[in-house]
């Protein structure tokens, strides 16, 4: 899985990627397929922002998130692209088992 982190109007520190690159492993623990994954950090007034696009077999996921600690941003990125992910998961394995089919 290779992942490209920019940032706008943000300096990015090797903390961040880190705590980005932390955060990612778990997604990845999901579903072997990701093939990419393009993270976006900004800060626009007293909003941090970060958003993820993540390209994987079948599909690609985009989650936004928002928060006053770019910390706390990253944090919910995780969760709803993670969420996003297995939902995915389930339904290529539904799919592939036939199920919908009358």
């Not at 990845?28 to 970060?50: F, G, M, P």
């Not at 989650?63 to 993670?82: F, R």
């Not at 939902?87 to 799919?95: G, I, Y």
């Amino acid at each position: 899985m290779q992942v490209n982190i920019t940032g706008h109007h943000v300096e990015l520190t090797d903390a961040l990627r880190d705590y980005v690159n932390e955060k990612l492993e778990r997604v990845e623990r999901h579903y072997d397929n990701i093939t990419t994954v393009q993270v976006t950090l900004s800060i626009e007034k007293e909003r941090q922002h970060a958003a993820c696009t993540l390209h994987a077999a079948g599909a690609d996921l985009h989650a936004d998130a928002e928060d006053v600690d770019m910390y706390a941003a990253i944090d919910a990125l995780a969760d709803k692209i993670d969420r996003q992910l297995v939902k995915h998961k389930e339904k290529a394995q539904a799919r592939a088992q036939g199920a919908g089919v009358r």
